[in-house]
C-alpha cells in the first residue's frame, strides 16, 4: 500500500483524536510503532483496537493461551507484523520455541492444551462462530470454560481488525522487532 495513503504519521500529523493514544503508545513502548502512525489516520480504528486489544488482556484466559489465539489470527490472516511482534511477546513469556516455531509455521502446537486453543480460534473463524459441539466439547475437555469460549470471540475481533488493518495499511514491521520477524 501506498504511504501517501496511509502516512506514518507524527503527533503533529495526526488527527487530533489519535494523538493522546499515539502519546500512551509511545511512552509504554518505548517508541511509536509504525502500525500505530498509519492506523492512526483512523483515530476510531486505533482506538477501538487498543480497547479491544485491552479488553482482551483482561479475560480469564491465561497469557500463553492468548498469544497462541493472537498468533493464530496472525497467521492465518498472513500479518507479518502481528507474527514479529507476538512472536516478541512469546519470547518475553519465556516461551518454548517448539511452540513458537509451530505458531509462526501455523501447525499443530507440541501442547496439547495450547493446540486445543489453536484448534478452537480456527473452528470459530472457519463456521463463523458455529462450531459443532464436538469441537466446543474438545475445547473445553483441556480445561476451558464456555466463558473462555466467549472470550475466545472476543480476541479474534480484536485481532481480526489488527491484522486486516497492518495489512491495509502496508505497516512494517518497526527496527525493534526485526530480531523476531
Known amino acids: ?10 503527533l503533529e ?28 489516520t483512523s483515530p476510531e480504528t486505533l482506538n477501538g483496537f487498543l480497547r479491544l486489544s485491552a479488553l482482551f488482556e483482561s479475560t480469564t484466559l491465561d497469557p500463553l493461551s492468548r498469544e497462541v489465539l493472537i498468533m493464530t489470527v496472525a497467521t492465518r490472516n498472513g500479518c507479518h507484523l502481528c507474527v514479529a511482534m507476538h512472536t516478541a511477546r512469546l519470547a518475553a513469556l519465556e516461551a518454548d520455541a517448539a511452540l513458537v516455531a509451530a505458531l509462526r509455521e501455523g501447525g499443530p502446537l507440541p501442547d496439547e492444551r495450547l493446540d486445543a486453543v489453536r484448534t478452537f480460534t480456527l473452528a470459530v473463524i472457519g463456521t463463523t462462530g458455529a462450531v459443532d459441539d464436538a469441537a466446543l466439547a474438545a475445547f473445553l475437555s483441556h480445561g476451558y470454560t464456555p466463558r473462555n469460549a466467549l472470550e475466545v470471540t472476543l480476541g479474534i475481533g480484536a485481532y481480526t481488525v489488527s491484522t486486516l488493518a497492518n495489512r491495509m495499511t502496508g505497516a512494517p514491521v518497526d527496527p525493534q522487532l526485526a530480531a523476531f520477524a
Request: glycine letters at 6%; hydrophobic letters at 40%; a positive charge.
Open 1 to 10: 500500500m501506498s504511504a501517501t495513503r496511509f502516512p506514518d504519521h507524527t
Open 13 to 40: 500529523t495526526a488527527p487530533p483524536a489519535a494523538r493522546p493514544t499515539m502519546v500512551s503508545v509511545t511512552e509504554k513502548q518505548g517508541y511509536l510503532p509504525a502500525g500505530v502512525a498509519r492506523l492512526a
